[in-house]
Every structure is written in structure tokens, then in C-alpha cells.
């Protein structure tokens, strides 16, 4: 079982729709999460963290279970400019390492 | 500031040929990264380091080594390139948490 699972999809969704991915992880000790966005041949960027109160910006929110041992993603009132491949990651207890899922496709179309 | 920046952008080698790619940050981070991308896949940690003159072996360290002489530079070295290396190479400049990346090396070894 890998460490960081996510649904690699695609997803296509219309403009305007709401989309949610969802990410699970193995090691329960893990620490910190985040999800990047890695748009097609570039490199990830950090879109946010993921505190276990959840967090929300702007159309972008995501939440955290620890007991479940998931965290999720929910973007609303989808952009073409949405369209990219969006990264779990996952920090546990060694020093500075991460673990990064294999990413969710999401295509926005007209 | 230009943030992380990474040198070469593009390499062709022949297998055999060894190469140096730079890795350089302008952040002040203590935590350096290499990874490494295959089509359809997630980012592989090869080496990272958590402050100057310091290097670990990540997910994927073989035939790898790395090198940080300078806080600011992380140098991740091929000395026998394969054809099994042909990848997108990924350097990242972070807290221990949130991670900087660069643009990417796009190595090919023939």
C-alpha cells in the first residue's frame, strides 16, 4: 500500500461546478499536510496547507481527518484556469521529509 | 528574488556520461530537496539535506550523489548516466514543511 493515495482521475467538470478530491495517507504519526498544484510540465506549488480545523481560501477549502486518516480538497465555482494536476502531501515525523501523492487530474471545460 | 533556480534546463547525455545538476535558492532555508519526476507519476525524493554540510538518502538514492558545500547550493550528481534516469529532475528549497520548487531539469540519456 503506497504511503499517500490519491484518485488520479480525471476529473471533467463544466465551469462553475464543484469538485472535490480526496487524499488518504498510512502512517498515522503524520504531522503536516498540504496540497500543491503542478500545472502541465512545470513545477508543484504550494496551493495550501491543511491545519485540522480545516481551512478555507477563497474558493479553495480543505479539511483534514486524522481519525480516518484522509484529508480533502473541495474547490467551488470551477475556472478554466483550475485545470492542473493537484498533489497530496503528507509530512511525518523524520526531519523535513514529505511524501507527495501521485496527483489528481482535474480539467475544467467550457 | 528569483527564488529557487535550477541549471541546466534542458540535457541530452549518452549513457556513461556523468553530469552535475546546480541547484541554487535565494530564501535562506535550511532544507533542500531533489526529486525526481516520470511521466504519469509522483514526485521520488532522491536526496535531501537539512542544513549545509549535510546530505540523506531519500526514496530513490542509487546512482545519485549529492553535495552541499553552501547553504544556498544543493548539487545533485550523475556519474554513470543510465537510460532508467531519463526523468524530469525537481529541486525544492523549504522550512521542513512548505516546499520551494524550482523549475526542473529535463534530463535524457540515450
Known amino acids: 500500500r503506497k504511503e499517500v493515495e490519491q484518485d488520479p482521475g480525471p476529473f471533467n467538470v463544466p465551469e462553475g461546478a464543484t469538485v472535490a478530491f480526496n487524499c488518504t495517507y498510512s502512517?498515522?504519526?503524520?504531522?503536516?499536510f498540504f496540497w500543491y498544484r503542478q500545472d502541465c510540465r512545470k513545477e508543484p506549488k504550494l496551493l495550501m496547507s491543511?491545519?485540522?480545523s480545516g481551512n478555507e481560501d477563497g474558493r479553495f477549502t480543505a479539511q483534514l481527518n486524522r481519525a480516518s486518516q484522509y484529508i480533502s480538497l473541495l474547490i467551488r465555482d470551477s475556472k478554466l484556469s483550475d485545470s492542473a494536476t493537484y498533489l497530496c502531501?503528507?509530512?511525518?515525523?523524520?526531519?523535513?521529509?514529505?511524501?507527495f501523492g501521485d496527483g489528481t487530474t482535474l480539467t475544467v471545460k467550457p | 528574488n528569483a527564488g529557487v533556480t535550477q541549471t541546466p534546463k534542458f540535457r541530452v547525455l549518452k549513457t556513461g556520461q556523468s553530469m552535475t545538476l546546480l541547484c541554487a535558492q535565494d530564501m535562506n532555508h535550511e532544507y533542500m530537496y531533489w526529486y525526481r519526476q516520470d511521466p504519469g507519476m509522483g514526485l521520488r525524493l532522491i536526496h535531501y539535506s537539512v542544513g549545509e554540510g549535510t546530505t540523506a538518502k531519500g526514496e530513490v538514492p542509487d546512482g545519485y550523489n549529492v553535495s552541499r558545500l553552501k547553504k544556498q547550493n544543493f548539487l545533485l550528481g550523475l556519474e554513470s548516466a543510465a537510460p532508467s534516469q531519463t526523468s524530469v529532475y525537481f529541486c525544492a528549497a523549504g522550512t521542513g514543511y512548505e516546499q520551494y520548487f524550482g523549475p526542473g531539469t529535463r534530463l535524457t540519456v540515450t
Open positions: 491543511v491545519y485540522s
Open positions: 502512517n498515522s504519526a503524520s504531522q503536516s
Open positions: 502531501v503528507v509530512k511525518g515525523t523524520n526531519a523535513g521529509k514529505s511524501t
